[in-house]
């Protein structure tokens, strides 16, 4: 996933409203209309929070006869997670070289020594 794309998917998923339609899709797809039942809000704007998470590649709609079913695209949320734990790695990595770093910084400072009595 590029960095324009997954910036697409972390500002959809910003938005307290469409964090919570996901939320809800995690459970299992769903119509529109389902979906709008629970919240205080329109039709349409609902319509736009899907609008929005499906350009993100969050979501996908499709058609069946007169339904048109919501679903959660659980492939984006794979590749999200694959973005955070490289940049949690490296970070992990970053924090044991201070550490290392600190330790024997430690061990340098004049009057540290451990099997000391005064």
Known sequence: MAVPAI???FSALADETRLDIVTRLAD???TLSELAAHY???IQAVSKHLSVLEDAGVVSRRRE???RPVRLEAEVFD???KWIERYRQNSEDRYR???RLLAQL????PGNDQGATT
Do not use: C, K, N, W
């Open 65 to 67: 006869a007169q339904r």
């Open 28 to 30: 299992g797809e769903t």
């Open 7 to 9: 910036v697409t998917v």
């Open 79 to 81: 590749l999200m997670t």
């Open 97 to 99: 070289r201070l550490d």
């Open 106 to 109: 430690d061990d340098q400072t």
């Open 40 to 42: 205080d809000t329109s």
